[in-house]
């Protein structure tokens, strides 16, 4: 018989791309969607147009214990995959009160309502951060290296992390997190600085824009492709054991390596192009991140496929195309 797989965040970037993995994976899968018309397929549903009749889509949101109860009641998945946040890092600082709020009592709500089905052993994943470590302690970072989060987004995924570890140890879950650097895609948001630059070479190359404003360009970052990221969630929850894992590619640029590189893709020079907006400095930055993600590649024989090279390629051709 078919797994039944329950998605929050299902609209998402890492939630679309893992819908269609478990979809090819023979999976029933479910998605909760907030604040939506199901039928609306113009509006938050753009990232599973295509999968639309595959999916059951659920109303529901990580406000409402309610919500999620009765949907998993209903559905009775075997895994749940948690990845629906207040997931932009720059606007946590903006409202930090709600960050704080969908992050950790979403992830409480859900933990809490999986409890009441633990008999029935729904194994459980959830989206940890490498914002957690935020100014790191030491390089690289790995499942021991010690949190030190530099925002109430980090703060929220370090709370989840320990609820989820709760969980595990006092109610006997199958709950792991996954402790993922950043990934990015054709599907990111346009509020994060890869899809930003991948968006603003396309529009300068078409001739729709003349500049892109950025703030902190020496950030460095472990960047990897979301494709490559849904299979480790995926893995760990097929694992005996749930466990924690660290999932990166071990290789960090600057965001002014990511745009010198989207540039040159099209045959631009980035420094005729960008122009440095203070009002885009973060009040705490996370000056460089970098993955070990050994323990991934020992336990779950995980690595990733796709390169930094051919994610900048593959974000700056596909904006090409929606450009035409
Ligand atoms: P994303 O594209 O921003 O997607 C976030 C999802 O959460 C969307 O489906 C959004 O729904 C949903 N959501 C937000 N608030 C909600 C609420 N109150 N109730 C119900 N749903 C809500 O994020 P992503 O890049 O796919 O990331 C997935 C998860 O991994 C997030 O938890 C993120 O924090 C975490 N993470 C991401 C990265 C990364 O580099 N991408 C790295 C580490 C961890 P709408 O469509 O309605 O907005
Ligand atoms: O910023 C700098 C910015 O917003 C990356 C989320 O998926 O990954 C993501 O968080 C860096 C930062 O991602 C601009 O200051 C410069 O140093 O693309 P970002 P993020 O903050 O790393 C982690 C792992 C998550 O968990 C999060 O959910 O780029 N930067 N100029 C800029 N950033 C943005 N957004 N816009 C700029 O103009």
Same mark, same amino acid.
């Given at each position: 018989?078919?797994?039944?797989?329950?998605?929050?965040?299902? @609209?998402?970037?890492?939630?679309?791309y893992?819908a269609?993995?478990?979809?090819?994976?023979?999976y029933?899968?479910?998605?909760?969607?907030?604040?939506?018309?199901?039928?609306?397929?113009?509006?938050?549903?753009?990232?599973?147009?295509?999968?639309?009749?595959?999916?059951?889509l659920?109303?529901?949101?990580?406000?409402?214990?309610?919500?999620?109860?009765?949907?998993?009641?209903?559905?009775?998945?075997?895994?749940?995959?948690?990845?629906?946040?207040?997931?932009?890092?720059?606007?946590?600082?903006?409202?930090?009160?709600?960050?704080?709020?969908?992050?950790?009592?979403?992830?409480?709500?859900?933990?809490?309502?999986?409890?009441?089905?633990?008999?029935?052993?729904?194994?459980?994943?959830?989206?940890?951060?490498s914002?957690?470590?935020?100014?790191?302690?030491?390089?690289?970072?790995?499942?021991? @290296?010690?949190?030190?989060?530099?925002?109430?987004?980090?703060?929220?995924?370090?709370?989840?992390?320990?609820?989820?570890?709760?969980?595990?140890? $006092?109610?006997?879950l199958?709950?792991?997190?996954?402790?993922?650097?950043?990934?990015?895609?054709?599907?990111?948001?346009?509020?994060?600085? @890869?899809?930003?630059i991948?968006?603003?070479?396309?529009?300068?190359?078409?001739?729709?824009?003349?500049k892109?404003?950025?703030?902190?360009?020496?950030?460095?970052?472990?960047?990897?492709? $979301?494709? %490559?990221?849904?299979?480790?969630?995926?893995?760990?929850?097929?694992?005996?054991?749930?466990?924690?894992?660290?999932?990166? @590619?071990?290789?960090?640029?600057?965001?002014?390596?990511?745009?010198?590189?989207?540039?040159?893709?099209?045959?631009?020079?980035?420094?005729d192009?960008?122009?440095?907006?203070?009002?885009?400095?973060?009040?705490?930055?996370?000056?460089?991140?970098? $993955?070990?993600?050994?323990?991934?590649?020992?336990?779950?024989?995980?690595?990733?496929?796709?390169?930094? %090279?051919?994610?900048?390629?593959?974000?700056? %051709?596909?904006?090409?195309?929606?450009?035409?």
């Amino acid at each position: 018989m078919s797994k039944v797989a329950l998605i929050t965040g299902i @609209t998402g970037q890492d939630g679309s791309y893992l819908a269609e993995l478990l979809i090819s994976k023979g999976y029933k899968v479910h998605g909760i969607v907030r604040r939506v018309a199901l039928e609306d397929e113009t509006h938050r549903l753009w990232r599973i147009r295509n999968i639309l009749n595959d999916v059951t889509l659920h109303a529901g949101s990580l406000e409402s214990y309610a919500s999620l109860f009765n949907i998993i009641l209903k559905i009775k998945p075997n895994e749940v995959y948690h990845l629906a946040a207040q997931s932009y890092v720059g606007y946590s600082f903006e409202d930090e009160f709600s960050t704080l709020n969908i992050n950790i009592n979403g992830t409480h709500y859900l933990l809490s309502a999986v409890k009441e089905f633990v008999s029935s052993k729904i194994r459980f994943y959830f989206a940890g951060s490498s914002e957690m470590f935020g100014k790191v302690k030491e390089s690289p970072q790995k499942e021991n @290296t010690p949190f030190n989060p530099r925002s109430s987004y980090g703060i929220s995924k370090v709370t989840g992390f320990y609820l989820t570890k709760n969980y595990r140890e $006092a109610y006997n879950l199958h709950a792991s997190s996954g402790l993922l650097f950043n990934h990015e895609s054709p599907r990111r948001g346009f509020e994060f600085v @890869t899809r930003k630059i991948s968006n603003g070479v396309a529009r300068i190359k078409k001739g729709l824009q003349k500049k892109i404003k950025l703030g902190n360009m020496k950030a460095k970052r472990d960047w990897g492709h $979301a494709k %490559d990221y849904v299979e480790a969630m995926w893995l760990m929850l097929q694992q005996d054991n749930p466990e924690d894992y660290v999932i990166g @590619t071990g290789k960090e640029y600057s965001v002014e390596d990511f745009a010198k590189k989207a540039f040159s893709h099209v045959g631009l020079n980035y420094k005729d192009h960008i122009i440095l907006d203070k009002n885009l400095i973060r009040p705490a930055e996370v000056d460089a991140l970098l $993955a070990d993600y050994s323990k991934a590649k020992k336990n779950l024989n995980w690595e990733p496929k796709i390169t930094f %090279d051919e994610l900048v390629a593959n974000m700056v %051709d596909e904006d090409l195309k929606a450009q035409n």
